[in-house]
């Protein structure tokens, strides 16, 4: 089960790799170095870590992802709506949409997700 | 080696209590003008930083500094000699002085100890300070540049700058563009103002001088008026509407007062209440405000800048006056005076025939009337002259004696010694006077005749 925490500075490395997994230390170095501004190690310090987290994997010189970037935002908000909401999606969206009127584009939309989801189900 | 940091601390010792005349006066100016602007607070605590920086200033009658030397230091770190005028005189009286000499007063037994604690507790709050800037270099190498010199970090509270010589300005995430803005002002401010220099500056002092309370309560107070005149800089042009914004900013980033920090101060630390009262209902001071300030300023500095005259440099002092007595050989009568309090001193009379010591004694049975014969070295208990203490000896010189008083005294007040010697009762008064004030001074005291001088000079020419 992987730790699903990630800090905003570590979710822009996040978005590096994920953007270019499967890749090199080498080149996910010069990536950050680019775009972060980043040392040798700072890089390797934040990939230990968010392989430790059971993100990704460092394997023969090569960065992995064990989890991809939807997945990752799906788990996490999953994960938040069973903090904050008791699991209630319903709750989740009430709390999220009060004060604001959901336009026919919107209810269009969350109408076709449930269909989904009941097909699925 | 202790011997530096004993010297090194007594000298911080009384600079620093120098330098906590003009904190006091600083914290009642700071209450009297509490409308003035900041940025002048700030310069007038480099007053105080000035003095406790340069151990000597220059000289002024106006000096209200009570005393440069209230702890007075000997030069221990000189060899202990005199100069009386005469080389192989002098040579003897030192060889004397030697032996006698000793450090062992009480209250500079305990500067002594505290010395080493001073040194201790310099060295904790330096390591304190280099730890913590490791920490926080460490930390915020984990960041993503955002514009400018700004950087997104993980884990803040509070934005704050980084960096000596190119400082950076670390935000913490979630911060909103607008919130950003009025940041960004602020903190490129205290870097236009040097702020992160001169707050690294206020805490080497404090390592310094931690053991002074009035300077930590003046660092804590210099950081304040740091924040506040940064405030002002900030807010000089902003309407009542973006004050308002500035002032939410500065509320959503203000976390409890954490412990003081040596390095970067956060966005929102210190002192938000009065910060944000202040940045309300500021108004620009009026001009006669800030030239009564500036005029404060200039006569505090030309007054507690300046020692008082004749202070004594912070070195110690020897005096040593020689007197010339008319006579061959004869009986010595001395009576050694003291008018007014007095600490602890340590009284040696001794005799020198050229070769050897004759005697030396240190007097301590305050009523003796003491017939001087054999030698015997230090170790007696001290003197304690107080008001009206007179101490009467008598011995026989001869031709080609030298024959000595040492006082060595030290303490807070005020003493004046009087030494009369006659010789065989003739009326031939001479009189030596030995002044003490607040200082530590070693009187010597050398009577001699014309024998002494041929014999010390033609005979015993070392």
Redesign the interface.
Known sequence: MSDLRLGAVEARFADIVWTNEPLATALLVKLCEKELQWKRTTTYTVLKRLCERGIFRLDNGMVTALICRDEFYAKKSAEFVNDSFQGSLPAFFAAFTSGKKLSQKEIDELQEMINDLRGKS | MTDVVFYIFSVLLNMSITAGWIILVLLALRLIFRRAPKRLLCDLWGLAALRLLIPVSFQSKFSFVPSTQTVAINGILEPYSINLGFDSINDAVDAILENTDEFSYDIYYWIDRLSFTWLIGMCVLLLLALVSYIQIRRSV?????VRDRIY????LSSPFVFGLFRPKIYIP??TGDNELKYVEAHEKAHIRRLDHIRKLFAYLLLCVYWFHPLVWIAYILFCRDVEGACDEYVINKYDDAQRADYSEALLRFSSPSKNIRACPVAFGEIGVKARIRKILYYKKPARTLIAVVLASAALLGFVFLSDPVNAKSVLGTLNAKYVLLNMDSGTINAELTFHGISGRGKLVVFAHDGAKTIYGKMITDTNAISNIFTASKTGETYVFPSIFDSYRFSASMSTGELFGVLFDGCEFFSVQGELYADIDGRPGKERLLMTMNNQRQRFLSVFLNDGTISKFLYEFHP
């Open positions: 190498r984990e960041s993503v540049p997104l970090c993980d884990g995430a979630g």
